[in-house]
């Protein structure tokens, strides 16, 4: 029986190192937002995962904000954060798209 135990508490860690890495993925760590636009910690971590990749979902971003938690909110308050990022980000030239149906993505900007 012990072995048992062993093997499973060993898949077990194997299994939280894996979330972890997954999660460390979904929001880079070393991202700075600039002072200026003054976003909160989560404001920037969605901005981060945002700039991260081509396309952010409703799910993907609550994984980054609340992954972890024992209890977490509705998901409705993914369109809160992108409301609110939004509004503080639009002064400084950079917007977020919304693709219908998927999820959001910052606007890339044509090289010229």
Same mark, same amino acid.
């Given at each position: 029986?012990?072995?048992?135990?062993?093997a499973?508490r060993? &898949?077990?860690? /194997?299994?939280?190192?894996?979330? #972890?890495?997954?999660?460390?993925?979904?929001?880079?760590?070393?991202?700075?937002?600039?002072? /200026?636009?003054?976003?909160?910690?989560?404001?920037?971590?969605?901005?981060?995962?945002?700039?991260?990749? /081509?396309?952010?979902?409703?799910?993907?971003?609550?994984?980054?904000?609340?992954?972890? &938690?024992? /209890?977490?909110?509705?998901?409705?308050?993914?369109d809160?954060?992108?409301?609110?990022? #939004?509004? =503080?980000? =639009?002064?400084?030239?950079?917007?977020?798209?919304?693709?219908?149906?998927?999820?959001w993505?910052?606007?890339?900007?044509a090289?010229?």
């Open positions: 029986m012990d072995s048992l135990e062993d499973l060993n &898949r077990v860690g /194997e299994l939280e190192e894996r979330v #972890r890495q997954l999660e460390e993925a979904l929001s880079p760590l070393e991202f700075m937002s600039p002072p /200026e636009w003054q976003l909160t910690a989560n404001e920037a971590r969605v901005f981060a995962h945002l700039a991260s990749r /081509e396309m952010a979902t409703k799910q993907s971003l609550m994984a980054v904000l609340y992954s972890g &938690r024992s /209890e977490e909110p509705g998901i409705k308050i993914v809160v954060f992108i409301c609110k990022l #939004r509004r =503080k980000i =639009k002064p400084f030239g950079v917007s977020i798209n919304t693709i219908w149906g998927q999820g993505a910052l606007e890339r900007k090289a010229a």
